[in-house]
């Protein structure tokens, strides 16, 4: 148990209030839907196109990918390190990947280095595979056809859409949530140390686990 699954701990006085989103809220959860909504539609939409027009491949790909990833690989290597899978039952509540469900057990101890690699791999298939798909096979278009027609343009504009879409999600992550989530070790956390330590002290088992992994909490906090 962490304290933020705890029904009993005293948040009202805790000096962490503000400092962190420790606690599930269904906004907090629409608010990262929100960030990552233009990417997604933008890269279902042009690969459920490309399909249509070329091949139905990278979108049994991608799915095939998010499967794996969101389902399995990034629920061990990333999740179940976070406070949020503390959580009892076999469902995931968290502030993304809410309704997942959990096949791995909690890991209170942070992300090791391989873990860490692992995730930013995946991260980045995850970003780049639709935008190199769309531009691979724009070039593919334009080469087989010779000038510009309406199915180019309108794989450009979703491209372009996927582009924009994924650096309003990567710089909405680093600037609005990664700023005070509680999946500390997580290679794109941006939490204060201070609030880092304040959390484990408050938190024994996730407080031991992190030491035991060389951790020093500052004796100053």
Known sequence: MTCTWDVDADCSNCELEGELDCKWERRLL???YKIASLALV???SAFIFIGLIHSWIPLITYLVFWIF???FFEIRV?????PYYADEGRTLHCLANHGTIKIWRYHP???NTYE???FLGGALFFMLFPIVTELHTIYTLLDFAGNLN???VALTVLAVGSVIGGGIFFFGLITRICISCVNFSCPLNRVP???VDTYLKRNPIMKEAWENKGYKINSGT
């Not at 990333?78 to 976070?82: A, D, N, Q, R, V």
């Open 150 to 152: 309406e199915t180019i």
């Open 193 to 195: 140390r201070k609030v």
């Open 109 to 111: 101890e942070p992300m």
């Open 42 to 44: 933008s890269g279902f």
């Open 69 to 71: 990833f969101f389902g």
């Open 116 to 118: 860490k690699l692992g």
């Open 30 to 32: 629409l608010r990262f």
């Open 78 to 82: 990333l999740c179940s390190h976070c």
